[in-house]
Each structure stands twice: as C-alpha cells, then as structure tokens.
C-alpha cells in the first residue's frame, strides 16, 4: 500500500520562482491537508480538503494556492517563493477527520529551501 | 496564538524508566486529542488518541492521561525502551467553531531514551 505519496522529497527555489508540491493518497481519504513543520513551531496547518472541490484555509494560508479536483491529488502551490517558505511541507489525509478514524496519515515530507 | 503548548522542548529518560510527555491547551471547544511519533527524515505517525468523555486511554506502553479542568494531558511510556526516541507531538481537534476541520499540533517534545 502506497498510503500518501509527495513528490518531490527535497526542492530548492529561488525567490520569486513558482512551483507545486505533489500529493496523492490511495486510500479513498475524504480529508486532505498540507502542513508546514518549522523549528519551535511545530506542525502549522496549511490548507486543508472535506472532500473533492471543498478547500478551506489553515493557520498560515499566505503564499500557497491548493485545489481538490479529484479525491485522491491535492496539490500545494507557492505562486512567488520567498525565503520565509523554506521549510518541510508534509501532506496529510484521513478517512473523515471527525470520526472515529480521527488519525491522520502523513507523507514522508518535502524538504524546501528558498534562496 | 498558540492553542496547544508542549512547554518542554526534550526530555532525556534511562532505558526502562517512565517518560512523561506534557501538552497544555487553551481552546475550551477542543474535544479530541491525539499524540503523533515522528522520526527524522519522516512524516509523523499516528500514537495514540483520547476524547474528552475519557480521562484515561491505554495501549500497550503508552498511556494518554487528560485533564479536562487543567487543559492538560500527558503521554506516559513504561518502561521507556531506545527505539522511542522521536519527536512526540500532541494535537486537539474541536466539533466545531473555527477549529471544525482542523487539527491543531503542538511544537513538540525530542524525547531520547539512552540505553
């Protein structure tokens, strides 16, 4: 079982420059979402999915773009990459997040660097 | 605004000793809790969750206790064994308001057990 897969595993950017953080779950997920892990920070939530065509906002939603076009892919985009989004981005999923299956499944993360 | 607080960036702990894990929270609507496992170079993994009908959850090593009146629970590994060491993170959910769909990490505890 694949599970949640992101691609790519590192990235380097330079400022300015666009890009897209893949990420697909097999697993019929109706939740999907990205976090950001940052030193003393811990887990920032992103953007987040109920469900395809549903996207809300997280915590900290400035600079990235997401759609949910079908249940498995939910792609991050950074539209003009700045320093401050160097960090590693993991994509999480998980049946229903208000059920008893309540444990998210995560990706093994992608490590980005903005210069 | 940090909803969920792990006030202790590490702890050190003997093989074969308790480990115990904090995480205070201030979000009265958080209803769900949940401890993640996180090795390097992965995405976190799911540990252990309570709900706060509970003040109490099992499994083997791990115990979750919560206090709902201290905004307080703790993650507690007996007997502490080398291969926990990881970062543990707790997380909240909440039913609804503006937390609904959303999961709210801590900043994480480095735990190293020593042999």
């Known amino acids: 079982n694949a599970g949640v897969t992101q691609t790519p595993k590192f990235q380097v950017l330079k400022t300015g420059q666009s890009m897209t953080l893949q990420c697909a779950q097999d697993?019929?997920?109706?939740?999907m979402s990205w976090y950001r892990q940052d030193p003393g920070m811990g887990l920032r939530l992103i953007h987040y999915s109920v469900g395809a065509g549903i996207t809300d906002q997280g915590e900290v939603p400035n600079g990235y773009n997401v759609s949910r076009s079908t249940t498995e892919d939910f792609p991050l985009r950074l539209l003009s990459a700045a320093p401050s989004q160097t960090s590693v981005y993991f994509c999480?999923?998980?049946?229903?997040?208000?059920?008893?299956?309540?444990?998210?499944?995560f990706g093994s993360g992608t490590q980005l660097s903005v210069l | 605004d940090q909803q969920v607080k792990q006030n202790s960036p590490s702890l050190s702990v003997q093989e074969g000793r308790i480990s115990i894990l904090n995480c205070d929270y201030t979000?009265?609507?958080?209803?769900?809790f949940l401890w993640y496992k996180k090795y390097p170079a992965e995405g976190p993994t799911f540990l252990i969750s309570i709900s706060s009908i509970k003040d109490k959850n099992e499994d083997g090593r791990f115990t979750v206790f919560l206090n709902k009146s201290a905004k307080h629970l703790s993650l507690h590994i007996v007997p502490s064994q080398p291969g926990d060491s990881a970062v543990y993170f707790c997380a909240a959910s909440a039913a609804g308001g503006t937390s609904y769909g959303k999961l709210t990490f801590g900043q994480g505890t480095i735990l190293t057990v020593h042999p």
């Open positions: 999480a999923s998980s049946y229903r997040l208000r059920s008893a299956n309540e444990k998210l499944f």
């Open positions: 979000n009265s609507m958080f209803d769900y």
């Open positions: 697993m019929n997920h109706e939740y």
